[in-house]
């Protein structure tokens, strides 16, 4: 491996393809350094590509073809031969900072761009008009790319996979079974029990801040709004508690959240060439296989034993209907439309898609009224004149405007996946552009929510500006989709949005937020945006 100098790392070296890993491997630096110079063709793909623009028919299409741009006319970054732009996002200054990445790159090509990504071009948009373009054409079966590294984990170990990494008949099943017990009414059903987490939470955090002398830091608090997201998600679920938020976490839980956040790196780490890390058993791949299978241990040992207890239940009376209340896996075992390792695989997905994502969106949450002290109080002013120091109920949080409009601000500077994305299915258009089959197209949140020209200061932290009958409260639709969209949207949506509601009201009856001066967050991409371990929020006594 010597020959490569510094020039490239095992990481980026492992994430080439086949020919130019070998290429690489016989030539050395120097075809590297010489390979922009050497090659100047288009790639197969793009020819191909090319060729189809041109031979297609009016009919492949609602738009003819003769009034769409060709797929190569799109602007866009030139990158290296077969590997495309991918080296770009492994620069030192660019790892975890996509977003920020992706920001530039829309800043200089406009709200559409093409850009080579290893063996694939994606075609990335950033544009309340083209993301509803994009998601109102979706079919019957919307087809979003698949983490490639859950994809071999299932397939290593023989398993289906769920709502995050099926598709076509499995992936709409799957979907149609959990969204039925998810709804909002259902929902609005959870909130005494979850109320009661929330109870632990702030219990936790004032012991764990005690032991700070004088700091009211609490060490770590991502990871401990992680025990919080899974402790409330599990209840949901599983309909019981297994001690996230005890004084002293048992080590088996800890192994769990530990194994999340890793199996999230690595992931990051497989989002391109998975396929040849599994081959090459490299170590972000042993450690993602190693991270998924505690995983499984884990959440199969609860999921199975809830499964038993409430399929005796089921053989004693009658099977629920939709419409009845019962608890969620009662549900979901009772209407045999999944076997039991299809309800496994559907649920631990579920908790991976929903524990990192709303523990990150209520840090972001806490940090942005540790630094605006008038939100905070205007916060604090609508908790306690609706509910005083009383838990809220279902009906309360329909009254508290203003915390919802600082979840949704919230959700906009920093949306949990910062990038979503289809598959195209078919040749398509976006944008007056052909699109051919099984680009991907991805839609950058992050980049459309802080465009000024759709949110003015869009930097700033305002949740005033989503107050109905204020001027900005008339955003474009599809400017704000941090939960996505159509039946591929987040199923466990209301779900996360009533933890970070009941929580933020527990926590601000209980403790006023304050940033601390001795350090800042540096948001990153970790599959989801995440504002890392530790967070400058003093909670102070009130």
Sequence with gaps: MKIFGNLVDLTELIAMSDIALRRAIGQGARVLRQARAMFTTSSPDEAAAATRVRSASPDASSESTAD?????????????????????????????????????????????FREQFGPRHNVAVADPALMEEILRKEGKYPSRPPYESWVLYNNLRNRRGGLMTSEKEYWRRSRSAFASTLRPKAVCEYVDGMNQVCVDLVDRITYLKDKEAGTHLVPRLLNELNKFTMETILYVMLNKRVGCLDREVSEKVNTFIQSIATMFLTGHQLMVYANLHKLLRTRPWREHVQSWDKIYDFAAEHINQRIDEVTKELDSGVPPVEGEHVDFMKFIVGTHQLSRNEIVDNVIEVFMGGIDTTANSLAFLF????????????????????????????????????????????????????????????????????????????????????????????????PERWLRGSEESTAPAFSLIPFGFGTRSC????????????????????????????????????????????????????
């Design 68 to 112: 769409l741009k060709p797929f190569m006319d799109l602007p866009g970054p030139k990158g290296w031969p077969i590997l495309g732009s991918f080296p770009e996002y492994f620069k030192k200054e660019n790892q975890g900072q996509m977003h920020e990445l992706m920001r530039r790159r829309h800043k200089e090509f406009g709200k559409i």
């Design 367 to 462: 940090y942005l009224l540790s630094k605006n002290e008038s939100v905070q109080q205007r916060l604090i002013n609508e908790v306690d004149n609706i509910l005083g120091k009383r838990q809220p109920t279902s009906a309360d949080l329909q009254n508290l405007t203003f915390l919802k409009a600082c979840v949704k601000e919230t959700l906009r500077l920093f949306p949990p996946i910062p990038m979503n994305a289809r598959t195209t299915t078919e040749d398509t258009s976006v944008g007056g552009y052909f699109i051919p089959k099984d680009t991907i197209l991805m839609m950058n949140l992050y980049v459309m929510s802080r465009d000024e020209k759709i949110f003015p200061d869009p930097d700033e932290f305002k």
């Design 491 to 542: 199923v466990g949506r209301r779900i996360a949005e009533t933890q970070i509601y009941l929580a933020t009201v527990q926590i601000l009856q209980r403790f006023w937020l304050k940033k601390s001066d001795q350090f800042d967050i540096k948001p990153s991409v970790r599959t989801q945006l995440t504002p890392g371990p530790e967070l400058p929020v003093m909670f102070m006594a009130r």
